[in-house]
DNA sequence: ATTGGCAGTCAGCGGATGCGAGTGCCAACG
DNA sequence: CGTTGGCACTCGCATCCGCTGACTGCCAAT
């Protein structure tokens, strides 16, 4: 069995593997750290971890390398969150602190969690789930397409094409809109969608189909949500450690710029209310992604909940990376929470 | 004088060199075109080519790999613009067929480019300039904030937040929307803008210090449009040709994220209407891109310019590059001028 | 359980070597 | 004068070799 000291060397490899990129052995662990013990017991413990399959030589004679499980546990019993440094705290305040609509605010954090983190970072879009509606807006594009466009209480603006069967003159569809107005303004998203479901167009029967059109469309819409968009950046980091990744980070960019496949795995990673849940290597095989690991929290936007998080090699700092996740994702849902 | 055979030599080193990667000798290319001359007389013509700069040789006793100035001759005078394939005018067909508001056909043009080009795609948005305006809305989302949403004619939405110095109850939020909206609808942007500079509120003037942070805060958001904003696809691209660039790729990634670098490079380009305008290499220096090409064409989104094109590595496939650029901003121009 | 010692392994490095692609130059030819 | 074949020369590149240094694994002693 692994003593305790053994986990401390474990925790030592973790750390100094992730600083210096390179195999440790138990000659510099004894240098660099104080155990009080030789090297040939650093060894010992070193073979043990080894069967338990925690570290691994990627020669023979070579220093130790974490493997995935080894990260798994120094992040699951090892790792000290480190609180911020002032300089970062200060960075989130900077960053964050101006006032500004929803779209601006979660590109200025993602940006921001990629500068704290070196990482490639994601911010998943709020769901609109407990948001209100606050103005619903028709506006003719062509005479058979009009552009639909939803505003709700937390400041999000949603909008939609939708193609008629045939042309709708400007006075019925100010009409529809009025009606609809009423009809759905200052409902929660989920009373908003039943209420148009419920809804007949007491006038011309003949317009009847067009109105189900429109509000079957809005209907979707509000449904819908747009938890499905995804806001990115520091692909830049990925490059910088490309040579973490034993392949190409190509398929890495790929599935990044794909999105649908980041929306699975931020959807299926656990969803403890404010921790960081952290995915490690392999685990994420699944998603095409086994040589990276992802870090995400959950946060709140007027009540409504969504993700976010960074993505990097499984060779990263993430003591640091995930405070910085958290301390991002508290602030934002501070920041947004305020109705 | 480079003779006309020189030239004829000057594109095949630039097709081939494309294609393979690879210096290209006065042998192969013998061997690869019938040129009906020896090798030793491609080599002359070669020498010449040498002294005009338009050719180099990476090492001595190498074959050679066309200069910038050679790509600009070659992009001037040389190439031949490739129709596309019928593949990729199905592509185009598919990729963009669908009806969508302009966020989404954004977003497809921008991917759809990339998978033509095999290049970083990029969008710019459609200023507002000849756009009207046709609602204007504000949501309070705090007692001293509200969120003031633009929409035009051309089913663009813009929104902005407002910092009020005071509470503004909901009954004067919904005067001042009602009187605005009299004001503004259906005017240009410019007229629009005028007119909010020359409105005066008739009613409290204690409310008038307020009314006019809306209208300057409407005024501004009517004027400085979006032009600032850029659509991204196919970063994953610029990984596949990482070898062509001699550093890191690091600092290019960077400054495509960056947005506001290329956002001046578009604004400084040729803007010949309906032209593919091509910066190669060096030309790029200033914008902290030596290494890279940049393509671009104008399009028009109902009378509104913009731009888009591809970034790549200087070696690239100018012919069919810049094919893809004109068809798809061709196509775009026509999917959105159609008001 | 811990330690020092010792033999064994292997990646990485630097220098030597050979190969081959391609050039530059020149003399000859039509 | 443009074109051609020939030839010597240059280098980049891949390969090989031997050395060195860092580590491990094991063992016997404490």
Do not use: C
Not at 234 to 244: H, M, S, Y
């Amino acid at each position: 069995m692994v003593s305790d000291r053994g986990l401390d060397v474990l925790r030592v490899i973790v750390q100094d593997y992730v600083a210096s990129r390179e195999p440790v052995g138990s000659k510099s662990i004894v240098d660099r750290h104080s155990f009080g013990v030789s090297a040939a017991t650093i060894r010992n413990d070193m073979a043990l971890l080894e069967e338990e399959q925690l570290i691994a030589a990627p020669h023979t004679s070579s220093g130790r390398i974490p493997t995935d499980k080894g990260y798994r546990v120094f992040v699951d019993h090892l790792a000290d969150l480190r609180p911020l440094t002032p300089a970062q705290r200060q960075a989130i305040e900077t960053f964050l602190g101006h006032s500004a609509d929803l779209d601006e605010v979660l590109v200025r954090s993602v940006r921001l969690l990629s500068q704290l983190t070196h990482q490639v970072a994601l911010v998943q879009y709020p769901s609109l789930s407990r948001a209100k509606v606050r103005h619903v807006e028709f506006v003719p594009l062509t005479e058979t397409r009009i552009l639909s466009v939803l505003i709700t209480d937390s400041g999000g603006v949603e909008q939609r094409v939708i193609d008629l069967p045939y042309a709708l003159d400007e006075q019925t569809l100010g009409e529809v809109r009025a009606r609809l107005n009423v009809a759905v303004v200052g409902l929660g998203m989920a009373e908003a969608s039943a209420a148009l479901a419920a809804s007949i167009w007491p006038g011309s029967p003949a317009l009847q189909p067009i109105v189900n059109l429109i509000t079957s469309t809005l209907a979707d819409q509000i449904g819908e949500g747009r938890q499905d968009k995804l806001v990115m950046a520091g692909a830049a980091n990925l490059v910088r450690t490309e040579d973490d990744f034993s392949g190409s980070i190509y398929p890495v960019l790929e599935a990044i710029e794909e999105q649908v496949v980041l929306l699975r795995l931020f959807g299926e990673m656990e969803t403890d209310q404010h921790g960081v849940s952290v995915s490690i290597g392999r685990e994420n095989a699944a998603f095409g992604l086994p040589e990276a690991s992802v870090l995400t929290s959950g946060y709140t936007a007027n009540g409504n909940l969504a993700r976010l998080g960074v993505l990097g090699p499984t060779r990263m700092d993430y003591s640091n990376n995930m405070a910085a996740v958290r301390a991002v994702a508290r602030y934002l849902s501070r920041l947004l929470g305020e109705t």
